[in-house]
């Protein structure tokens, strides 16, 4: 009896604590995909984040960090831009229309789609963090005669060492091997080279509380400056007191 009393005592005891310990934990981003739950607990993790990965069964997986981390670890995610966004694909932008287009409409819809190609196949880059591509597709008024040149802009943050400023020549070939009408020199690449680490100052509250001290005297000593200034001016002059 005395055995199974025990018994019972253990359990709750390791019930109590498991309770305990997820309470101190806070999800960060849920349904995501192994492979993409497995980026961010890895960038975590080596940043000395002390997270989790979860799973949600058919709503994929969830991360988890300590509530006392959560605002670095957010930090941590956002400088390494994950989760990585998810670009659409040209089938995506194309599937499921109902009315006939006009097009304009039609023209706009494959900028789009082209844009979100060229996006998703650079962000593939080693060490690119973010990829946007901005395409204009080449545009004839036959009222006005008047001619727009296709052209595309290439925006793509990354770490320092990454190989993405030795590729910028195939890059260029890739927009124009994408895009219908693109000549060489009409596409332009911006690459952003970026710190990844995150270092947040943590004030101490003696530090706090030393800075307060410090600014009540600086603040006292101003006061009895400007009293002692204020009796001088009014002392009467010894002059003043014979006449």
């Known amino acids: 009896m005395k055995n199974m009393f025990l018994s019972v005592k253990k359990t709750v005891a390791l019930a109590g604590l498991v309770l305990l310990l997820s309470a101190c934990q806070q999800e960060l981003y849920g349904s995501l995909a192994e492979n993409e739950a497995n980026a961010i607990l890895e ?21 988890e960090a300590p509530k006392d981390d959560v605002v670095r670890a957010l930090k941590i995610l956002g400088n390494h831009s994950l989760p990585r966004e998810k670009f659409k694909s040209m089938g995506d932008v194309f599937s499921g229309q109902g009315m006939i287009a006009s097009p304009t409409e039609e023209q706009a819809r494959l900028a789009f789609a082209l844009s979100q190609e060229l996006a998703a196949t650079f962000a593939k880059i080693d060490g690119v963090l973010t990829a946007r591509a901005h395409v ?108």
């Open 136 to 243: 204009v597709l080449g545009y004839h008024d036959s009222a006005s005669g008047t001619s727009t040149p296709a052209s595309v802009a290439v925006f793509l943050r990354h770490v320092p060492n990454s190989p993405v400023a030795d590729l910028q020549g195939k890059i260029k070939e890739t927009c124009v091997q994408s895009v219908p009408g693109l000549v060489y020199e009409k596409v332009s690449v911006m690459l952003v080279p970026v710190r990844t680490e995150v270092v947040l100052p943590e004030a101490r509250k003696d530090d706090a509380g030393k800075e307060l001290l410090y600014g009540g005297w600086g603040l006292a000593a101003l006061a009895s400056g400007i009293a002692v200034y204020a009796m001088r001016r009014r002392k009467p002059r010894a002059g003043a007191q014979d006449s």
């Open 43 to 63: 960038t975590l993790l080596e940043n000395g984040i002390d997270a989790e990965k979860k799973s949600r069964g058919k709503s994929g997986f969830s991360i």
